[in-house]
């Protein structure tokens, strides 16, 4: 271990042990703790000093110098000085190098007042180096995978490659999330500075356990976070008198909590405050024409407050609305329960995203889909109907789906039986997120074309597509690209015709009368901005989708010769049936 290394694990003690007597010092105001703490920045100012980091020594020289004129008696530290100190050492100790001269003088202008204390942030490392342990891994396990093969050892091989997919998927999931833990390390300091500030003692604690979200969010779940949380210091959490007057205790509470139910991630923000003001709220919805709103409901309307005036008091420029749309963009929701004079919990709730899915795949008739693992209670290979309904155990259970020849019933979790005629496996796959109706999301990698993951919660009556033939003419040149779109297209039910060039593909027009056209543009021939013009002058009606990589210029040429849409090659197929549907309905 050379001297840096020891330096930076020497910071990092020290300074852990600084934040907890500083955090002493201002719950205690102890002032005994004083000279501890001048003992760790001396001891850090000093090791800085000795392998060569010059702005860490101009830094902590400045800390000590507060220190020595506290105990020197010619002045006085504050918490208003410690909260700051709060805001700047955290991060200080996340450096494995000199400070920056804009840092150095970023932290001075902070412990000196001329900056505010910057807000709590998410840590988030955006570039990361994979070992190269890791790498050779990989290597050795792919290697071992493709000789197996080659001496016909399939059982090894797949061994090796399951290997393999662990190992990438604990990569990736370490590369694209984030624990919340790490997001809201320095949350702590953001209720100290905001208890401070209204003049108001607030205990925190955080209850989070090992879940994690997507770094691309922690920004914004930290936003909302510490609006809801100053709000709750500023609009819900009474003055110490009030508290005691009330006969509560003077310091008040505010948890944040976490925890998974189903696939579902929750987040819970409590404090023992006053509570919502339900009937304030009631007289100013009504005042803004919002009556027939509940105040559950009106508090996350945009722009809604029950002040004539905003402050800056909480908020920030974040409303409830904001935090509102964070939940359902992704899927999720946020509720609200308060008592009067007890507190106020809010429950945010989103579902929770994985780079793989395990399903079940199915047959049924000419249908093929599956259904996640998780949603499955039992399979069934000897089918028992009663009075329609599937007999297992003595339970009965209402019948969704059947297939003309059924050889095995599925039953999922919201009590729902399937009948199908084959079951072809479990698999792990990636997840598209593209989903509507009872269709939750798509599984790649299982077929060459994704299949639907049907949702047991969300139909009633899984139906086979309608009894009318809808026709799909597909024109491009390459084998590849029709075979996997009539492929996943015929496995929705559509008839599909194809072509490998323009002229072909107009001659297939004219006979099939398709419902909707899927055109190339780069082909042999009459490329498919003419096959477009010429389809068109036959029938101006007919849905024509281009599917291809275009220039924002080769758009507009597409749209100007007649078609109706634009599809990239690059965006997932499933894309495409939404489009389909859009146009035949």
Do not use: W
């Not at 209670?377 to 969704?400: H, M």
């Amino acid at each position: 271990m050379d001297f840096l290394e020891v330096f930076l694990q020497e910071l990092n003690e020290k300074g852990q042990e600084a934040i907890k007597l500083i955090k002493s010092f201002i719950e205690n105001k102890d002032p005994t703790s004083i000279h501890e703490i001048y003992r760790l920045f001396h001891t850090i100012k000093g090791s800085a000093s000795l392998v060569g980091f010059d702005k860490f020594k101009q830094l902590f020289h400045k800390i000590e110098d507060y220190f020595k004129r506290q105990m020197n008696g010619e002045d006085v530290i504050t918490e208003d000085f410690m909260l700051k100190l709060l805001t700047v050492v955290p991060e200080v100790l996340k450096k494995d190098s000199d400070l920056t001269d804009n840092e150095l003088e970023h932290y001075i202008d902070i412990i000196e007042g001329r900056k505010s204390p910057s807000e709590a942030k998410a840590y988030v490392t955006t570039s990361e180096t994979i070992p190269a342990e890791l790498l050779q891994e990989l290597l050795s396990n792919t290697l071992s995978a493709e000789n197996s093969l080659m001496r016909e050892d399939t059982q090894n091989a797949l061994r090796e490659i399951r290997l393999v997919k662990q190992k990438l998927v604990s990569l990736l999931e370490n590369t694209f999330y984030i624990k919340l833990r790490q997001v809201l390390a320095n949350f702590e300091v953001l209720v100290m500075q905001e208890a401070f500030s209204n003049k108001k003692k607030v205990k925190f604690e955080l209850q989070i356990g090992e879940e994690r979200i997507e770094k691309k969010d922690s920004e914004m779940l930290l936003n909302m976070l510490t609006h809801l949380v100053r709000n709750a210091i500023a609009h819900g959490i009474e003055l110490p008198e009030e508290r005691t007057k009330k006969g509560k205790p003077e310091v008040g509470k505010i948890i944040i909590r976490s925890y998974v139910q189903g696939n579902e991630l929750f987040l819970e923000i409590e404090d023992d405050g006053r509570g919502l003001e339900f009937e304030k709220i009631k007289q100013k919805a009504i005042e803004k024409g919002l009556g027939n709103l509940k105040p559950e409901e009106v508090i996350f309307v945009p722009g809604f407050s029950t002040k004539d005036k905003a402050d800056e008091t909480a908020g920030r420029g974040i409303g409830l609305d904001v935090v509102k749309n964070f939940a359902t963009a992704r899927g999720g929701d946020v509720e609200v329960v308060s008592a009067t004079g007890k507190g106020t919990r809010f429950i945010v709730h989103f579902p929770i995203k994985t780079f793989l899915v395990r399903v079940l795949v199915l047959e049924a008739d000419d249908l093929r889909f599956c259904i996640d693992l998780q949603d499955i209670l039992e399979i069934v290979s000897k089918a028992e109907i009663k009075d329609g309904q599937l007999k297992q155990k003595d339970k009965l259970y209402d019948i969704t789906f059947s297939c003309t020849s059924p050889r095995f019933a599925v039953i999922t979790k919201n009590n729902k039986a399937l009948l199908v005629s084959n079951l072809i496996g479990i698999f792990d796959g990636q997840v598209s997120s593209e989903s509507y109706g009872m269709i939750k999301g798509f599984v790649k990698n299982i077929f060459v074309y994704p299949l639907p993951i049907i949702s047991p919660e969300q139909f009633l009556k899984l139906q086979k597509p309608s009894e009318k033939v809808r026709k799909v003419l597909v024109i491009d040149d390459s084998v590849v690209t029709r075979n996997i779109l009539g492929k996943f297209l015929v496995n929705f039910g559509y008839t599909v015709f194809e072509a490998e060039n323009g002229i072909e593909g107009i001659e297939v027009f004219k006979k099939e009368n398709p419902d909707v056209i899927v055109c190339d543009v780069e082909m042999p021939g009459i490329d498919g901005f003419e096959t477009t013009r010429r389809i068109r002058e036959l029938n101006k009606d007919v849905p024509i989708i281009i599917f291809s990589t275009l220039t924002s210029e080769q758009l507009s040429k597409g749209l100007e010769v007649g078609a109706n849409a634009y599809l990239s090659k690059d965006e997932p197929p499933e894309r495409l049936i939404r489009l389909i549907e859009r146009f035949i309905q």
